[in-house]
């Protein structure tokens, strides 16, 4: 009875010049929504039959293959930020990353925490219940200004009062606008203030210069243009909450129980090394890690820099036709190079949004 093994499933990876017959897409389908969700990849698909199949025997997946696949996959995204595993913790949300942030950063009555308007949920909602218990409060930023949105980020950070924690994303949810963390890092560490970024609209996409950014947390999920499964998101932490952080749950693969894997009463194990201490229970079941792993060796193959200059061509076709038919207010103004929104006239958008069904285009409508 031969034992599973996931390194015997890994495909290689599909060549650039072949990448449109990489996705599992229908031949009449235009596919315009990863934002929500990314297409699925035909050797996600394959690894995700097989890892299924492999469960009806879990005792063939040996648990030390097991370890040695979830930190495969950890380097594999330790790739996308600074290329060190110890960086990195796996989880099911951002949400989760979210709140191991708001659970571990300092944070008292009358300080402020800065955010966009309209930001997406799962980086407001915690950030309200966190004020709300300390007694502090949250600056919004206006999202009206077109492209001065890292202007007025800008002015915000220099005039708000009492600033603790400033938390953005790198691309706008609701229409792709690009904030320039290189000039916004700096500002919010002149003031003394600690960093946040929810990457889920970038990541895999729009590089990352942590060194020059010094986020103190970095959050995305993989399932947008990571290509992988919901489930499984990643969060890198900085290194001073490596060795002094707090994990907002508390489980053994956590922590570090030594061969004999002894949970004593009177004082429990040390965490285990670097950001492990933060993952999260449950999330690295071989499913997930299959399908997370194959997504990550494509993206990487394909190379995030890539990835985004042939996207930016895509981009700067349709923002070229809006304009050569009239309809240039249609447009995003300083969007990144894969994510835009098209802005009809509100009496409009219903039409619009029924002849891109009507033509096989695939979108999500945000208002």
Known sequence: MSSFSLSSLLPAPVEWEHRQQAFALPADITYLDAASRGP??????????????????????????????IERLRMLAAGLFDADADGVAMLPSAAHGLATAARNLPLQRGEAVLLLEGQFPSNLLIWQRRCAEVGAHIVAVSTAGGDALTAAVLQAIAQTPALRIVTLPHAYWLDGRQLDLDRIGAAVHARGAALVLDLSQSLGVLPTDLPRWRPDFVVSVGHKWLLGPMGLAWLWVAPQWRAQGVPIEEHWIGRDAGS????????????????????????ADPLRIAMATVALQQVAAWRPARIAQALGALTARWDAALQARGLGSWCTPAHTAHLTALQPPANQLD????????RGAICTRRH
């Open 260 to 283: 004999s894997w002894e949970f004593p009463v009177a004082q429990a194990p040390s965490y285990r090394s670097g950001a492990r201490r933060f993952d999260a229970g449950g999330v």
């Open 351 to 358: 039409a619009v949004a029924t002849a891109f069904g009507a």
């Open 40 to 69: 699925l990849l035909r050797a996600v698909q394959a690894v995700a039959h097989q890892a299924v199949d492999a469960l009806a025997t879990p005792w063939q997946l040996p648990f030390d293959a097991w370890l040695q696949d």
